[in-house]
């Protein structure tokens, strides 16, 4: 079995810790049942009305409610017994994907009420995610994070490859209300998973809910040396660098191709995370995160710009393949740090600013990709996209901080301070 020397993904943490196990094993087949919601959603509200436009609207009905409440959600979760909390938010997120399947089942054919629940959902996973993420620095010794975010993106990406397959054949054959059905099913995993846990109130004693509580989570953010860069490097890579939204016009007026190869353009990115998942045991051995951060966001977006520089679909999927894998390193150094460096009574609103930034930024940079596409053409916005994103990057090395963190040392001064 693969371990701390290994290439392949070290499952150290899945052996040493029951609880870690479990929770993994929980989120893995949410992650799966969520994703199967979101193609059911799709393929739903665009036979009701035919419009992609309809269908883009999805996007907006969930994230208004994740940046309206996601950092208040945070500010909850270091309030209150974490545990608690999430067994609530995951029961309601199971009675939403219950609702889901009933509608489906009685045919009721109302698009608002897709977007009501999505919105409903979208709430509960502001306050519901960023309490689940402080459960791992809790069941796991601070050396096994990096392994415990490598496995945590392995299934994540096994989930973008299978979960559109599953839902495709599920609709297919037994109808809408299956996806929808199965989703909530996989929620009695995640339930299961969590109440095993003993109870998890924050450290300290808590904080109490509101403005106060949220500023002071952006402010540690804002002040600390490595996780504010953390949250400007992901920005940097997303918001300057996101090309899925022009996939569909590079598929038809640059690779001459159809909505196959939007397909192969969409999978290219997923392909090259999971490999990079499955071979991720050498990043738990890597001290210098931070410089590790800088190195794969460059490559992202010397990946992504880099696309628009060839004609050949073949080695446009294999640079979007490499996109992909940097990406993997990018994510798991940024969880890492981000538990690593962060007190306990802050990872519920720390964890909050990294899910908003998480679902914003890729939003925001499609947005950007679009808009700069409209005016000078979707070769243009990806080439200019990739190089700002590898400008930006230069520009942020210079952080010698950042750039000298040694993780390994860190932990030994840590551990000389406290002995």
Same mark, same amino acid.
């Given at each position: 079995m693969?371990?701390?020397? =290994?290439?392949?993904?070290?499952?150290?943490?899945?052996?040493?810790?029951?609880?870690?196990? !479990?929770? !993994?094993?929980?989120?893995s087949l949410s992650s799966i049942g969520s994703m199967m919601t979101m193609v059911a959603v799709a393929i739903q509200t665009y036979d009701l009305t035919g419009s992609s /436009?309809?269908?883009?609207?999805?996007?907006?009905? @969930?994230?208004?409610?994740?940046?309206?409440? %996601?950092?208040?959600?945070? @500010?909850?979760?270091?309030? /209150? +017994?974490r545990r608690r909390l999430v067994l609530l938010t995951g029961s309601g997120l199971m009675a939403v994907s219950l609702v889901f399947a009933l509608q489906a089942l009685l045919d009721w054919r109302q698009v608002w009420?897709? &977007?009501?629940?999505?919105?409903?959902? =979208?709430?509960?996973?502001?306050? +519901?995610?960023?309490? *689940?993420?402080?459960?791992?620095? *809790?069941?796991?010794?601070?050396?096994?994070l990096p392994a415990a975010a490598a496995l945590s993106q392995l299934s994540f990406q096994v989930a973008i490859i299978a979960a559109p397959v599953l839902a495709g054949v599920l609709?297919?054959?037994?109808?809408?209300?299956?996806? &929808?059905?199965? +989703?909530?099913?996989?929620?009695?995993?995640?339930?299961?998973?969590?109440?095993?846990?003993?109870?998890?109130?924050?450290?300290?004693?808590?904080?109490?809910?509101?403005?106060?509580?949220?500023?002071?989570?952006?402010?540690?953010?804002?002040?600390?040396?490595?996780?504010?860069?953390?949250?400007?490097?992901?920005?940097n890579a997303t918001v300057l660098a996101m090309p899925t939204a022009l996939f569909p016009?590079?598929?038809?007026?640059h690779f001459g191709g159809g909505p196959r190869t939007v397909g192969y353009?969409?999978?290219?990115?997923?392909?090259?995370?999971?490999?990079?998942?499955?071979?991720?045991?050498?990043?738990?051995?890597?001290?210098?995160?931070? *410089?590790?951060?800088?190195?794969?966001?460059?490559? !992202?977006?010397? %990946?992504? %710009?880099? /696309?628009?520089?060839?004609?050949?679909?073949w080695l446009a999927v294999v640079f979007l393949a490499i996109a992909g894998a940097a990406d993997i390193v990018t994510? /798991?150094?940024?969880?890492?740090?981000?538990?690593?460096?962060?007190p306990d009574e802050l990872r519920g609103r720390l964890n909050s600013l990294d899910f908003i930034i998480g679902l914003g930024g890729p939003n925001l940079g499609n947005v950007r990709a679009g808009a700069v596409a409209g005016l000078f053409?979707?070769?243009? =916005?990806?080439?200019? %996209?990739?190089?700002?994103?590898?400008?930006?990057?230069?520009?942020?090395?210079?952080?010698r901080p950042f750039r000298r963190y040694d993780a390994k040392a860190d932990d030994t001064k840590a551990d000389a301070g406290a002995g």
């Amino acid at each position: 079995m693969p371990g701390p020397g =290994s290439l392949f993904a070290d499952v150290t943490p899945l052996r040493e810790s029951v609880e870690f196990r !479990w929770l !993994w094993a929980g989120q893995s087949l949410s992650s799966i049942g969520s994703m199967m919601t979101m193609v059911a959603v799709a393929i739903q509200t665009y036979d009701l009305t035919g419009s992609s /436009v309809a269908v883009g609207a999805i996007s907006l009905a @969930s994230l208004l409610p994740t940046l309206v409440l %996601g950092l208040f959600g945070g @500010s909850i979760a270091d309030a /209150v +017994d974490r545990r608690r909390l999430v067994l609530l938010t995951g029961s309601g997120l199971m009675a939403v994907s219950l609702v889901f399947a009933l509608q489906a089942l009685l045919d009721w054919r109302q698009v608002w009420l897709l &977007y009501l629940l999505t919105a409903i959902a =979208s709430a509960l996973s502001a306050i +519901d995610t960023p309490a *689940r993420r402080t459960f791992i620095p *809790r069941v796991l010794p601070l050396e096994r994070l990096p392994a415990a975010a490598a496995l945590s993106q392995l299934s994540f990406q096994v989930a973008i490859i299978a979960a559109p397959v599953l839902a495709g054949v599920l609709i297919a054959t037994a109808g809408l209300e299956a996806a &929808y059905g199965l +989703d909530a099913l996989t929620f009695v995993a995640v339930l299961v998973s969590v109440r095993r846990l003993p109870p998890m109130p924050p450290e300290g004693g808590g904080s109490g809910v509101g403005l106060r509580s949220v500023v002071e989570g952006l402010k540690y953010a804002a002040n600390h040396k490595l996780i504010g860069m953390i949250f400007l490097i992901d920005l940097n890579a997303t918001v300057l660098a996101m090309p899925t939204a022009l996939f569909p016009a590079l598929a038809a007026t640059h690779f001459g191709g159809g909505p196959r190869t939007v397909g192969y353009l969409f999978a290219a990115i997923g392909v090259g995370g999971l490999i990079a998942a499955v071979l991720s045991g050498p990043l738990g051995r890597l001290r210098h995160q931070g *410089r590790a951060m800088l190195i794969s966001v460059a490559i !992202w977006g010397a %990946g992504i %710009g880099a /696309v628009g520089l060839t004609r050949s679909i073949w080695l446009a999927v294999v640079f979007l393949a490499i996109a992909g894998a940097a990406d993997i390193v990018t994510t /798991v150094f940024r969880a890492t740090i981000l538990q690593t460096k962060t007190p306990d009574e802050l990872r519920g609103r720390l964890n909050s600013l990294d899910f908003i930034i998480g679902l914003g930024g890729p939003n925001l940079g499609n947005v950007r990709a679009g808009a700069v596409a409209g005016l000078f053409g979707p070769v243009t =916005s990806i080439i200019a %996209g990739g190089a700002a994103c590898v400008l930006g990057i230069m520009l942020l090395t210079a952080n010698r901080p950042f750039r000298r963190y040694d993780a390994k040392a860190d932990d030994t001064k840590a551990d000389a301070g406290a002995g």
